[in-house]
C-alpha cells in the first residue's frame, strides 16, 4: 500500500504509536531551527541590502525574464 492515502495513514499511527504524538511536530521544528539564512520571508537586511521580500520579487523577476520558449 506504500504511495498511497491508507499506507501514508498507516505509516503516520505507526510513526505516532512509536515515536510520540507530536513526532511531526518535533521533525518540523528540527528542519526549521537548522535553517539559518531567514529565506524570502526574513525581515532582515542581507549583505545584499534586500529583505527577502525584495530578493524574492527581484530573483522572480529575473526568472520571467529567461524565458525557455522560442519565438516563432
Do not use: H
Not at 501514508?8 to 531551527?33: P, Q, T
Amino acid at each position: 500500500m506504500s504511495g498511497s492515502v491508507i499506507g501514508g495513514k498507516k505509516a503516520a499511527k505507526r510513526n505516532k504509536e512509536k515515536y510520540g504524538d507530536n513526532f511531526y511536530e518535533l521533525i518540523g521544528s528540527k528542519g526549521g531551527k537548522k535553517g539559518k539564512t531567514g529565506g524570502f520571508a526574513s525581515t532582515a537586511i542581507g549583505k545584499d541590502g534586500l529583505t527577502g521580500r525584495q530578493r524574492a520579487c527581484k530573483v522572480g523577476v529575473l526568472g520571467g525574464t529567461v524565458s525557455r520558449r522560442t519565438s516563432r
